[in-house]
């Protein structure tokens, strides 16, 4: 027992050294991450950092100290290098549910929204709760509740959309593009490694569990059209018209449940 809690401290770099870090999400003013080597759970302080990993890039943190804090490693340090590595994710793929009644084509992709504690709502009302949150300007409480549904589950693709939507239509001093893009270019991710390479099927707009990744896709596609890739949005979009033929146009937003 000993030595397996040495080695597992021995994988947690101290001060002056580096790890590469998965992130998965907020928790608190910390950030929740995995790190590559070891999967050992860690958090990261933010504090006033200049770079923010979203949800399901990975980053490297270059450690100035380590604490332990209610069995988990804190780590404080720079963080630089954030990108999207699919393979570091290992994640177990949503499940395609057919939808055999409505065509043998039809699939609806799972829904995860995990719950959050002493938080009321939950499922799609959370979602819909965090929205208002929002709106109401609360947005760092938004933000914040959103980051929490991912670090419990990083497959959570409301919460992934619900991100981008953010930066992407709020309040003008709060858009940011480049962050919008990085949430929708993971939901997308992790929706089309749950479909696979082999998926020939259609994903259609009326299945409630398909929209997370639609308004992804609707998201990812905007967000290369404002930094001027054309061309990549083009095939975003394309892509996102052969899941969902019949989708309506504009979807990337939060609109009411239905």
């Known amino acids: 027992m000993n030595v397996s809690r040495r080695s597992a ?55 100035t100290r380590r604490t332990r804090e209610n069995g988990l490693w804190m780590l404080e ?6 990108r999207l590595s699919p393979s570091t994710l290992r994640l177990e793929p949503l499940a395609l549910i057919p939808r055999p009644e409505a065509g043998e084509r039809q699939h609806e992709l799972e829904t995860i929204i995990p719950r959050i504690p002493r938080f009321d709502a939950s499922g799609f009302a959370a979602i819909e709760e965090i929205s208002a949150l929002w709106e109401a300007g609360e947005m760092e409480l938004a933000e914040l509740l959103a980051g929490e549904l991912l670090a419990r589950d990083l497959r959570c693709l409301e919460a992934h959309a619900l991100l981008g939507s953010f930066f992407l239509d709020g309040p003008v001093e709060e858009r940011w593009t480049e962050r919008a893009l990085r949430h929708y270019r993971v939901g997308v991710t992790i929706g089309e490694l749950s479909l696979g390479d082999d998926f020939e099927g259609v994903l259609p707009w009326r299945w409630r569990g398909n929209r997370a990744l639609l308004r992804c896709l609707d998201g990812y596609g905007r967000c290369l059209e404002r930094i001027g890739e054309a061309r990549s949005a083009r095939n975003v979009f394309e892509r996102s018209s052969m899941l969902a033929p019949e989708a309506p146009l504009g979807v990337g937003g939060q609109e009411p449940a239905s």
Do not use: Y
């Open 9 to 63: 401290t021995d994988r947690i770099p101290e001060g002056g050294q580096a790890v590469e870090v998965l992130a998965l999400g907020r928790s608190g003013g910390s950030l929740c991450g995995r790190t590559r080597v070891g999967a050992t759970k860690v958090l990261v302080r933010l504090g006033l950092a200049p770079v923010r990993p979203v949800a399901g890039e990975l980053f490297t943190l270059d450690v």
């Open 77 to 82: 340090g720079t963080i630089r290098a954030p």
